[in-house]
């Protein structure tokens, strides 16, 4: 008999945690943008210049930031657990920290992508990370941030809810649940699954579900805690 399945959302809060700053901790504002402006359809239509250094300098932030507990206790995890992270984040934390089995909802900062061709996707070297309008990939396409935009879709989303549909436990953490479609995901779990959610500021919305622990505490806080809970249970 395998491992039993353990599938982890996680947001903003983990990151946090680590000194990455997030819009919506400053009223729809980003390091002082207009969110719109530098992570939207429409805004990359209006101004690629603008959003293409503004994820540069979201690069040269991240090099110097680190994996915090959390991010390091969920990696732990996979000792006695098949893990699998599905995470809003479009950092890499969760890499460094350990974690083998990341999918990211809303994009990758460290990798780049055609303009023309969703699908081809360049890593960026850490020695060449800014990126501009007039940067092409290895095959000559112009190149753009690896970033789901508001107002695009969101990939990677069914393959998220097939693996929540096969979690035997499912947490979420660092998150308000107010990010569609990744707030949506907890209605895909299977009915008796235990779920938890960790949030310093739960939504109340949580709750109210059936099966659903809520561990109100920071990302690392609540970290200990759940392995403690998982630890008592395995």
Known sequence: ????????????????????????????????????????????????????????????????????????????????????VITQNVDDLHERAGSSKVLHLHGELMKIRSVSDPSYIEPLDIEHLDTTPATRGKRGDFMRPHIVFFQEP????????ELVEKADIFVVIGTSLAVYPAAGLIQYVNPGTPIYYIDPN?????????????????ATEGMKKLTEILEGKH
Do not use: C
């Not at 969101?154 to 809810?161: G, H, K, R, S, T």
């Not at 739960?202 to 920071?218: C, Y």
């Open 1 to 84: 008999m395998g491992k039993p399945k353990l599938v982890i959302s996680s947001g903003a809060g983990i990151s946090a945690e680590s000194g990455i700053s997030t819009f919506r901790d400053a009223g729809g504002l980003w390091e002082n943008y207009p969110v719109m402006e530098v992570a939207s359809a429409d805004g990359f239509r209006r101004n690629p210049e603008l959003v293409h250094q503004f994820y540069n300098a979201r690069r040269r932030d991240l090099i110097s930031k680190f994996p915090n507990a959390a991010h390091k206790a969920l990696a732990a995890l996979e000792k006695d657990y098949d893990v699998y």
């Open 154 to 161: 969101v990939p990677n989303i069914e393959l998220a809810i």
């Open 202 to 218: 739960p939504a109340a919305s949580a709750s109210r579900m059936p099966g659903v622990t809520v561990i109100k505490a920071t």
